[in-house]
């Protein structure tokens, strides 16, 4: 059943015990040119930072108090910035052991991930229960009236997806979102077979079903007719939910992105009141720009760069949103981003896969989190985008290369940090330095207590354009005791040209998720976390913060084990990654000829495999160890996914 979705295997040859000497034979190889491929997921764009401002503060002070601080937003988990995927490409991303590894990398540090499986695709998407042909997992077929870059084909899909999402949720704590096809109403029961079997699969690991996407756009988009509006949307909405098989509040909605007001919607037209008892999540989804007109009147990114180097830009994005969280959460709902990303229609070359998008990423993600969103979700496209997180090579390349990762995972890194595993964060907007557009500083609290300072500097002027924040708990002008800890540990993100401008040279506390083709969604490198002595004399903790950078300062042991700071090391091999293999043009087998001479079939541990689902050669798929010697000790084959052997084994 799971045939589609896994990675193709060597051929396993078990046999009777050789009987007669075994004779082998070497071969020679030739080396012939790897072939090269071009397209938006890895383009060489670098544009020019903008001039770094004058007369900056050099020094500033964040004053703390202990138990918390007015204004802080509500209580979120370290999996509040997560990912969502392209429902026509979730087969070519979350089978794969490189996906596995970029969320076990997330999950380390927040105690789990947020993945969306949705977008534009879902809207006609068809769940074909028979299966489709050639065993595949999705089809794309195009839309014979597709005139615009925002047209989307029609998918098809099967079980399989649902299947591959189940055991990836059981392996990395996945928490999922689905998208329901809106566009036939479900005359035809397609909407209610894909709720009834994302919520059968997924149970508790299903956080709820988008019901519509970008409505305010179906007329324009040709999905529904020109007179098409808010009245069929509310009316749709209504058939929808009475035909699904739904008890329970498990809709997102209305997921509106351009033309409609969501405050009008949810409150004056009364979204809310009339479906509120299936609506779980009010959501929106928002990008700042788009890069969707192409030729003339398109936009130059050189001119946009600067527009996501500042704080206070950020700010103005979030804000609009802060009113309708409130009315969402007065009425027992949660308020979230349901996609968001630099620039819908891919993004900009140059901004979009630059370290200004860390920057700005990690800056938006936390002004999401204090403005009271439950949840805020990068979207990833295919090949032809410029702001995926994170992008593996076109498939027929798969063999020459591994993946690209986008700056912007970093935000998603150090925003899983900065929140940790607690599930209690409290962020704070500082307004720092006068509200200071070229810098931003947030203060995360748990159970009351001042845990983690983040600090980003936009500036790139390396050098002259640091700034020392020094940090107090307490004391100084407060009247109250200081409690400023004696010393604080610091991780940093950064570039190794020191531009905002840098695409593939960037570090996370001296560790790096590799350059272009390079990545297989672990990080490598030796781990660098700063221990800055405080004055105890003065109460301050001076943090330095490079140009241009992101600081996060861990203010006591108990919030850098909550982020993972221990296990983010990997120094004992704690954390669950997956291995891949990367195979040559020849795409032929080797090994070693000792070994193999002497090895008379693994030694008879290898056990035999089986087709069925669930079953290897009379392992237990679900559990994660198994003793099987070719991986090695601490080593175990990857058998949990589909109920077959894949390509690498998991270190545990």
Known sequence: MFGSLVISLLAVLVARPALASVTLYRSETTTTAIPTYTNPSVDQTVLSPPSPPTAQNPAITLQLYDGGMDGMGNPVSGAFLGWSIELSIADVLIIRPEFLNYCAVIAARAGGITIRVGGNTQDKAVLEMNGLPGGKTIVKIKDVNST?????????????????????????NVGWFFGIPFIDTDADGNASLIVSNSKSYLGSSLLGLQLANEPDLYNIHGKKPASWGIPDFFDETAEMIQRLPITEPIIIGPSLCCLWDINTIVNTDGYLTNFSSAIKFIDAMHYPNNNCVQGAGAVVPQNVFAYY????????????????????????KQFMMMETNTASCGGFPGVSDSFAAALWGTDYGMQMAY???????FHFGGQ?????????PPTNMTKYYQWTTGPIFYANLVVAEALGKSGNA?????????????????VVYENGVASRVLLINYVTEPGTGDYTAN???????????SITPATVRVKYLLTGSQSVSEKYNITWSGQTMGGQNQADGRLSGTPNVQTIQCNMQTGLCPVTVPAPSVALVFLTDAAYANSGGEDAQQTDGSILTFATTTTTGRQAATIDAAALATSNGHSGSFPMMATSKGKLGGLNAGSRRASMSWCGVGVVPIVTL??????GCAFV
């Not at 032809?384 to 997180?389: L, Q």
């Not at 409290?426 to 947030?442: C, E, F, I, Q, T």
């Not at 940090?471 to 005791?481: E, H, K, R, V, Y």
């Open 384 to 392: 032809n985008v410029y702001y995926n997180p994170f992008t593996p």
């Open 642 to 647: 589909f109920g077959v052997l894949m390509m």
């Open 471 to 481: 940090i107090a708990i307490g004391g100084q002008q407060t009247g109250l005791p």
């Open 426 to 442: 409290r962020v704070l907007d500082l307004y720092m330095d006068g509200n200071n557009a070229n810098r931003a500083g947030y």
């Open 309 to 332: 180097l500042s704080h206070t830009n950020v700010q103005s994005i979030v804000s609009p949103y802060f009113s309708i969280a409130q009315t969402a959460i007065a009425a027992g």
């Open 371 to 377: 403005g009271n969103f439950s949840y805020a979700l």
């Open 148 to 172: 615009t870059i925002t047209d989307t084909p029609i998918v098809e899909f099967t079980l399989d997806l649902f299947g591959a999402m189940q055991a990836v949720g059981k392996l990395l």
